[in-house]
């Protein structure tokens, strides 16, 4: 049984930044982890995707990431993580890694935004940011 294991949120100032990592165990040598993406949701409002990268390092980013937050991957030690710079209060959420197996194939053109296209989630993060 995949498991993903988010750390590192926190409350931040306007301007700062902060990164998130997401801790992954359980894929197995037959069907490894592969996509791994970050996901974010404030109360009330669906759950929206941030940003994806596929085993290889390949990456998408939705346009509220773009210039502000870094995508990476460990695959050394299957952690992804997530910079944040320039943070802002909309960008108080909670924040979720994703992720499915290699089985699965890895959408990084649209499919990736969709929150029922992953097979696993993590607890989530909390990022609060104010001004």
């Known amino acids: 049984q995949v498991q993903l294991v988010e750390s590192g949120g926190g409350s931040v100032q306007l301007g700062e930044s902060l990164s998130v990592s997401c801790a992954a165990s359980?894929?197995?040598?037959?069907?490894?982890?592969?996509?791994m993406a970050w996901f974010r949701q404030v109360p009330g409002k669906q759950r929206e995707g941030i940003a994806a990268?596929?085993?290889?390092?390949?990456?998408n980013y939705a346009e509220l990431a773009k210039g502000r937050f870094t995508i990476s991957r460990d695959n050394s030690k299957n952690i992804l993580f997530l910079q944040m710079d320039s943070l802002k209060p909309e960008d108080t959420a909670m924040y979720y890694c994703a992720t499915r197996p290699l089985s699965h194939g890895c959408d990084l053109k649209s499919q990736w935004r969709i929150q029922g296209y992953w097979s696993y989630w993590g607890q989530g993060t909390q990022v609060t940011v104010s001004s």
């Open positions: 990268m596929s085993s290889k390092g390949v990456a």
């Open positions: 359980g894929g197995t040598s037959e069907d490894p982890i592969s996509c």
